[in-house]
């Protein structure tokens, strides 16, 4: 269930829930640099610590301004519901809503559609999909610092890489805490997933939207299931209510990969209150 409400994002619990989500986060980190050997190799409270494993000399797809794709928005209309039956469509890519294709697993976070828009090109053309991104995690986990992020950078060149993110969140969001990680290990994905966060991404295509294409492109990844199999992401160029891209895990390690290294994104700003249950 999502709520819509901008209120979602204000409440007087958040000192505790910042203390519960950030413990969350670090407990999980935790557990993955101890189990893969992981090490920070820079931590600077209010800019980022990047996150990369000393053995791991594949090559991270970034999304340089040559490369990042802006596609023609007309082919990313919302296409309504989905009449496959679920059992036909586990494991096979599909679009669709919060909803899984097994008709039970929920994506874990994302937007009221008042808080979507679609990615763009900055001052040459090329796309602001990592930014994009970036600022659909400020907006979700309410880092005001971060929120004018995506206007700010149309005025700049596209395109977007670890050093890059640094430089611009130096000058258009100062203060700001996030960390970035390059590597393939997924246990940091998971953990910002487990701790309410919105991981930002790594997307190579090879799905409904794109086709059989190689994209250099980044997105937020909105459910890791494990347990069912899923994976799904919410894609800057497509936001409609029907354009969640579902996945087993497989096939998301592979376009987040790309062949290579993945690359992330995460705010450490503390996630909503989860929504009222009955």
Not at 190 to 218: E, F, Q, W
Request: charge should be neutral; proline fraction near 7%; glycine fraction near 12%.
């Amino acid at each position: 269930m999502l709520v819509s409400s901008r209120e979602m994002f204000n409440s007087g619990t958040r000192p505790m829930r910042t203390l519960v989500a950030n413990c969350l986060l670090v407990a999980g980190l935790a557990l993955v640099l101890n189990l893969t050997g992981l090490k920070f190799l820079a931590t600077y409270p209010s800019s980022s610590a990047t996150v990369k494993p000393e053995h791991d000399k594949e090559k991270t797809q970034y999304v340089r301004g040559e490369d990042s794709q802006v596609p023609n928005l007309s082919i990313g209309k919302d296409r309504g519901p989905q009449n496959n039956k679920p059992e036909e469509i586990v494991g096979k890519l599909s679009t669709g809503g919060a909803i899984g294709p097994d008709a039970k697993t929920e994506v874990a976070c994302d937007l009221p559609n008042d808080f979507l828009f679609h990615n763009t090109g900055g001052q040459d053309g090329a796309g602001l999909c990592v930014f994009a991104s970036i600022t659909y995690a400020a907006f979700y986990q309410n880092e005001s610092r971060l929120i004018g992020l995506f206007d700010a950078m149309k005025k700049e060149r596209g395109g977007g890489w670890p050093e890059k993110v640094d430089r611009m969140i130096a000058k258009h969001g100062a203060g700001a805490s996030y960390f970035q990680y390059e590597g393939s290990d997924p246990g940091i994905l998971k953990a910002a997933l487990a701790s309410g966060r919105m991981p930002c991404v790594t997307y190579n295509g090879h799905d409904p939207h794109y086709g059989n294409h190689s994209i250099a492109h980044m997105v937020n990844l909105v459910c890791y299931d494990e347990g069912a199999d899923l994976a799904a992401i919410r894609d800057n160029n497509f936001t409609g209510p029907n354009d969640f891209v579902w996945m087993n895990i497989k096939e998301f390690l592979q376009r987040w990969k790309g062949g290579g290294g993945g690359w992330a994104v995460v705010l450490l700003a503390p996630p909503p209150p989860p929504p009222p249950k009955n």
